[in-house]
């Protein structure tokens, strides 16, 4: 059994004829997102995958075996939503109703893409957009501040709400709870400026 535990993300640089010769690794999403995991390679040879936690593979990666070999990673098609619409509006109030509901969406250029459900289907219809069942690769969005390779609300949310958090307060922070007294207690160092001290200045010496 290969026994695989780091990942090179695509675009990862390894020249293009070792990753033809490569087995690969086809899983769908749900697949993709566990850390650990017993799978064959399309060359029937079983793979042991330890990954670091919270890794979530996307086709085009490329596995590192133990004994240095490589493994290129596919997303295999599934069975998915496809949601389209000519106005780009109600496309776009489609994805915030899915962000709503915490969904794993992939973005398209004209197009959503996420996991079948029919209780979803008929939300997306009663929006006036068009949802199609199709079997296609299914590549979600990772979380807005979560790693490149974390994708979906639910895996993502402490980590993203962490992180917004911390860039909330690393810009707003500094306005606030923090002392004035540097205002003070310089006010009266101009009334040095341009005294002399001599025998006519008055004072006594």
Do not use: W
């Not at 535990?5 to 990862?12: E, I, M, N, T």
């Not at 793979?47 to 490589?70: C, H, M, Y």
């Amino acid at each position: 059994m290969l026994t695989i535990d780091k990942v090179l993300s695509a675009p990862h640089g390894i020249a293009a004829v070792l990753v033809r010769r490569a087995p690969k690794l086809v899983l769908p999403f749900g697949e993709r997102s566990k850390s650990r995991l017993r799978a064959v390679l399309d060359n029937g040879e079983e793979a042991a995958l330890f990954l670091p936690r919270g890794t979530v593979l996307r086709g085009g990666d490329l596995l590192v075996a133990e004994d240095g070999s490589f493994v290129e990673v596919q997303a295999a098609a599934e069975r998915v939503l496809e949601v389209r619409s000519a106005d780009p509006h109600a496309l776009m109030r489609a994805a915030y109703h899915l962000g709503n509901r915490h969904t794993p969406v992939e973005v398209g250029r004209d197009y959503l893409r996420l996991e079948f459900d029919p209780v979803l289907a008929d939300m997306l219809a009663r929006l006036g957009v068009q949802a199609v069942q199709a079997d296609a690769a299914f590549e979600p969005e990772a979380g807005a501040y979560g790693g490149g390779h974390k994708h979906g609300h639910d895996a993502t949310f402490a980590e993203d709400y962490a992180a917004a958090q911390a860039v909330f307060h690393e810009h707003h922070g500094h306005d606030h709870g923090h002392s004035h007294s540097h205002h003070h207690g310089h006010a009266h160092d101009h009334d040095e400026e341009g005294h002399v001290h001599g025998p006519d200045c008055g004072h006594k010496h």
